[in-house]
């Protein structure tokens, strides 16, 4: 059996972008990346919800009117959800599978406690420890590939970009001070590097429960692959030091793309591989190869600096092919 695993960042999907005409050709150049990439199991990022009426409930409007007439329209949809039990007005992640979905579930600070901290810089100060919280949950699915389980974990990592700090902002972007600013990026870093901690627990549990597991963590990483939190996922061999657990680390489906090819974002003339599709060494072992959908993708930095809207994502999806054998017969 053939299966094509993809991430896509659809950078706010649904959001107000001017114009019904505007936000018409932004979906139609979305749909045909969707389409051109042709997954079996798509992850998606930055999907938006919507009120279609002002005081109705907020559902995934935009990303019905994306996958409508697709393929995608009758896969499975998993879709991360508030406390309420209803999509968030932003950045909701979404796993479309066109195998059963077995079982499925979500992961904010539920493996591991809030760490808690005091901040130094506010103004007025912090009179207590405070948990820093995730920004977004971590999104799993189990399907049923042919008789086999295989796991998909969607996830969308903070921005390198400093954490509010009370007190110390004028402005969206501009901070008061030097030892404010660098207060909120340490925070923004724990936010990160412990969103990543946790999906390396969920993955070490799907271990202890099956061996051979075959475990696909995909997403915006807002990272590359030499980057804290990315180790922290991966457990390599190389950092722990141990060749036992090499049958429990990650690998990047990417690695296989050249070395010229291999960014999935332009920022101000350089080329960031920020989007990452990591995979367990059963599921590395059917790996056929990957690709990343970077022709023609646009520089963030100077977009915005002409005021011009993306037609469709300033991320590039990552693909990855594989060959899943029979359930019961061994991979070869």
């Known amino acids: 059996m053939r299966l094509r695993i993809a991430t896509f960042n659809l950078e706010n999907l649904g959001r107000d972008t001017g114009s019904a005409e505007t936000g018409e050709k932004h979906l139609e150049c979305l749909r045909g990346q969707i389409l051109e990439i042709g997954a079996d199991i798509l992850c998606l990022q930055e999907i938006d919800a919507q009120k279609p009426q002002k005081k109705g409930k907020r559902r995934l409007a935009a990303l019905d009117a994306l996958v409508r007439d697709s393929p995608y329209a009758d896969f499975t949809r998993i879709a991360s959800e508030t406390e309420a039990g209803l999509p968030a007005d932003i950045h909701n992640l979404v796993i479309l599978s066109r195998f059963p979905v077995l079982e499925h579930g979500q992961y904010r600070q539920s493996l591991m406690p809030a760490p808690c901290y005091r901040a130094v810089t506010p103004v007025p100060p912090e009179a207590a420890f405070e948990p820093v919280q995730w920004d977004r949950p971590i999104l799993h699915a189990v399907a049923d590939i042919g008789g086999r389980r295989l796991h998909i974990v969607n996830l969308h990592l903070r921005a390198p970009l400093a954490a509010p700090i009370r007190g110390q902002k004028s402005g969206s972007v501009h901070w008061r001070g030097t030892a404010a600013w660098a207060e909120g990026f340490f925070l923004a870093t724990v936010k990160r590097t412990g969103q990543a901690l946790e999906a390396r627990l969920l993955a070490d549990r799907i271990f202890d429960a099956e061996a051979e597991a075959l475990i696909a963590v995909a997403g915006d990483f807002n990272c590359e692959s030499h980057e804290t939190p990315i180790r922290v996922l991966r457990a390599s061999a190389e950092d722990t030091g141990n060749p036992a657990l090499e049958c429990r680390e990650l690998r990047p489906a990417e690695a296989s793309v050249p070395v010229e090819e291999r960014y ?8 960031f591989l920020l989007d990452h599709l990591l995979v367990s060494p059963a599921l590395a072992a059917m790996c056929q190869g990957a690709a990343i959908g970077n022709r023609g993708l646009d520089d963030e930095y100077e977009a915005r600096q002409e005021g011009r809207t993306p037609a469709g994502s300033f ?11 029979p359930a019961g017969l061994p991979v070869l």
């Open 315 to 325: 991320h590039a999806p990552v693909t990855a092919d594989f060959v899943i054998p």
């Open 264 to 271: 999935s974002m332009r920022y101000h003339g350089k080329k």
